[in-house]
């Protein structure tokens, strides 16, 4: 389709058509790279969850969701306003209070069956065709160390992918919480290696991700161990600059007598990680010409809530994100980028959304956005034949929509 013919029939400016350019953008098919098992729980799941186990959430963010006069819940898209306004602001501080509280519900092998399920089948009804899970791996209880934690989620992509029910394939990413002790990263890295050594995983764990509060934590302690781990074949992503860096710049570094001020930042860079989550303090001065081509998973969404851009234009998410502090630039550059959702079940986001959101707050067209989601698979963590199918599936799929 010609893109003039799209602009007619699925137009993408304000006004009653925007929810057929979201209808359209559900249909493609997509990659997610970046989601966080705990952070794709249903708001639905986890009260059921809290009431079963009979905890009480603290945390005054723990709203359900309201519903319209006709009982649909806030995401339906003939909703203008639930998509265009952040009507459940989370800012980091926020999200961090709900990321200590939904463990408490999931505290069990059945619960943690259940949200991977969803999770798994929640991103396929997006059309996601390839995803990359990641998680930290949690003792529950008596029954399930983190051995555990790793093989059910790994046992339920397997189920999801033999059912068929929907063709998404599903790799795991395990996750090191950087507010945690050094213990807990080796422990999670040797987990990672030692799976994979069973022909039942080799393929499923195919990275390692560095992420948690962001203000807490340091990356010195970890980076041997990421190193271990990129030693064993397992690839890396480090969530990074997602608040500005503490360490001075090398560039602001005048003063020649006192030692240079240390930049996690840079140094993360100099670890030359595969992918990068996030990136939104990264100052030009520091992407050398070789760090310049390490693929960032962007989340407009969780970037919007967390920097609490929405907040200074009334909770507008597309003027907002105009705000953002990198993507014009990247989207200008053709920068390498992935669009991920980070945590759809805090943000109230989804795979859609946030290409919608793009397309609106950066007046996008068709074959940009379709382009984007084809390139991202070149950043995927799988192996090449995965690939090659993939890009195949998809590039035929896009042909049928376009
Ligand atoms: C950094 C994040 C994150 O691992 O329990 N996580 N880390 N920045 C973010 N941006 C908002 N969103 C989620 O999933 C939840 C965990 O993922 C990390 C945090 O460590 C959070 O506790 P899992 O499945």
Not at 15 to 43: D, M, T, W
Not at 96 to 125: G, Q
Not at 237 to 260: I, K, Q, Y
Request: proline share 5%; net charge negative.
């Amino acid at each position: 389709m010609r893109e003039t013919d799209f602009k007619r029939k699925y137009d993408n400016s304000n006004g009653p058509l925007a929810s057929s350019l979201y209808s359209f953008l559900q249909k493609i098919p997509k990659v997610e790279l970046h989601a966080h098992l705990n952070g794709c729980i249903r708001p639905d799941t986890l009260f059921a969850l809290a009431e079963e186990k009979g905890v009480t959430l603290s945390s005054h963010h723990f709203q359900p969701a309201k519903k319209n006069e006709n009982n649909q819940n806030r995401y339906h898209t003939d909703d203008e306003d639930a998509l265009l306004y952040n009507v459940q602001p989370r800012s980091l501080h926020d999200c961090f209070d709900m990321f200590a509280e939904i463990p408490r519900c999931v505290s069990d092998v059945t619960s943690l069956r259940r949200i991977t399920f969803e999770a798994l089948h929640d991103f396929a009804a997006h059309n996601v065709l390839y995803l990359e899970l990641r998680t930290t791996p949690k003792v529950l209880n008596a029954e399930c160390d983190k051995r555990q934690y790793l093989e059910t989620v790994l046992g339920v992509m397997n189920e999801f992918e033999q059912s068929r029910t929907r063709p998404m394939t599903c790799r795991l990413i395990v996750a090191i919480d950087r507010s945690l002790s050094e213990q807990e990263a080796c422990e999670n890295v040797e987990l990672a290696i030692d799976l994979r050594k069973s022909t039942l995983y080799a393929d499923r764990i195919v990275g390692m991700d560095l992420g948690g509060n962001p203000t807490r934590g340091d990356f010195r302690i970890v980076r041997p161990h990421l190193e271990r781990a990129r030693q064993a074949g397992l690839r890396i992503t480090l969530h990074c600059g997602e608040v500005a860096d503490s360490g001075a710049m090398t560039s602001d570094h005048d003063d020649e007598s006192s030692p240079p001020k240390y930049s996690e930042t840079q140094a993360m860079l100099e670890f030359g990680p595969d992918r990068l989550g996030h990136a939104l303090f990264v100052p030009n001065t520091l992407w050398s010409s070789q760090q310049r081509h390490i693929p960032v998973e962007t989340c407009p969404m969780s970037n919007v809530m967390t920097l609490e851009l929405a907040q200074h234009v009334r909770g507008h998410l597309i003027e907002g994100l105009q705000q953002h502090p990198q993507l014009r630039e990247w989207l200008d550059t053709q920068y390498p980028l992935a669009i991920g959702t980070d945590d759809p079940g805090v943000f109230d986001t989804n795979p859609t959304k946030e290409l919608w959101l793009l397309c609106r707050a950066f007046d996008l067209n068709v074959s940009m956005i379709c382009r984007l989601v084809e390139q991202s698979v070149e950043y995927a963590f799988c192996d090449e034949t995965t690939k090659r199918r993939l890009q195949k599936d998809i590039h035929e799929q896009m042909l049928l929509l376009l």
